[in-house]
Antibody
Framework: EVQLVESGGGLVQPGGSLRLSCVASGFTFSSYAMHWVRQAPGKGLEYVST????????YYANSVKGRFTISRDSSKNTLYLQMGSLRTEDMAVYYC???????????????WGQGILVTVSS | DIQLTQSPSFLSASVGDRITITCRASQGIRSYLAWYQQKSGKAPKVLIYGASTLQSGVPSRFSGRGSGTEFTLTISSLQPEDFATYYCQQLNIYPLTFGGGTKVEIK
């Protein structure tokens, strides 16, 4: 059974840093690109970041570029999101998600974690 | 960035109704669009990918159409468990983006 379990959330002051983790199980982690998506309280889904299956390629939303870093450790089956210079607008539930390929260039998010809350407040 | 505009943002309907949600992209995204359902406090769940392919296990009352810039999600006969928020997502080009969501509530 595929499982994605996020951790590392909590309360942080504006300007602070936090590292989220997402532990994967039930599949060959190193074969899949992975993503982070967030959802501010009462708002819609917002794409955050992507890392390719081998870690060579990364992508970011403009809103987090230069402040967040996505990485992965396949020996630990773990995806990370290092968040820095946090702002109140970064407060959200953060989800990790697995990418499924259905064609040469067609993908979608087939499994999601349960989400972890990050609160940015003084 | 590609903007996805969903309409309506809110929809009130009854059990048994047929409903359609539209997602318009600010530029062509071929058929690289997915639809997700999210219930309160839960992670999103994929319904449709590739604009029109039903994810395994998803009831056949859900269907998707479209390509280029205009897409639709249709629920042919709304069931009590379908009351939720629905999002479209483009996976054609980075940064990936989501629509603003459509909340479907019971009339």
């Amino acid at each position: 059974e595929v499982q994605l379990v996020e951790s590392g959330g909590g309360l942080v002051q504006p300007g602070g840093s936090l590292r989220l983790s997402c532990v994967a199980s039930g599949f060959t982690f190193s074969s899949y690109a992975m993503h982070w998506v967030r959802q501010a309280p009462g708002k819609g889904l917002e794409y955050v970041s992507t890392i390719s299956s081998n870690g060579d390629s990364t992508y970011y939303a403009n809103s987090v570029k230069g402040r967040f870093t996505i990485s992965r450790d396949s020996s630990k089956n773990t995806l990370y999101l290092q968040m820095g210079s946090l702002r109140t607008e970064d407060m959200a539930v953060y989800y990790c998600a697995r990418e499924k390929e259905y064609s040469a260039s067609g993908t979608y998010f087939d499994y999601w974690g349960q989400g972890i809350l990050v609160t940015v407040s003084s | 960035d590609i903007q996805l505009t969903q309409s309506p943002s809110f929809l009130s309907a009854s059990v048994g109704d047929r409903i359609t949600i539209t997602c318009r992209a600010s530029q062509g995204i071929r058929s690289y669009l997915a639809w997700y359902q999210q219930k309160s406090g839960k992670a999103p769940k994929v319904l449709i990918y590739g604009a029109s392919t039903l994810q395994s296990g998803v009831p056949s009352r859900f269907s998707g159409r479209g390509s280029g810039t205009e897409f639709t999600l249709t629920i042919s006969s709304l069931q009590p468990e379908d009351f939720a928020t629905y999002y479209c997502q483009q996976l054609n080009i980075y940064p990936l983006t989501f629509g603003g969501g459509t909340k479907v509530e019971i009339k």
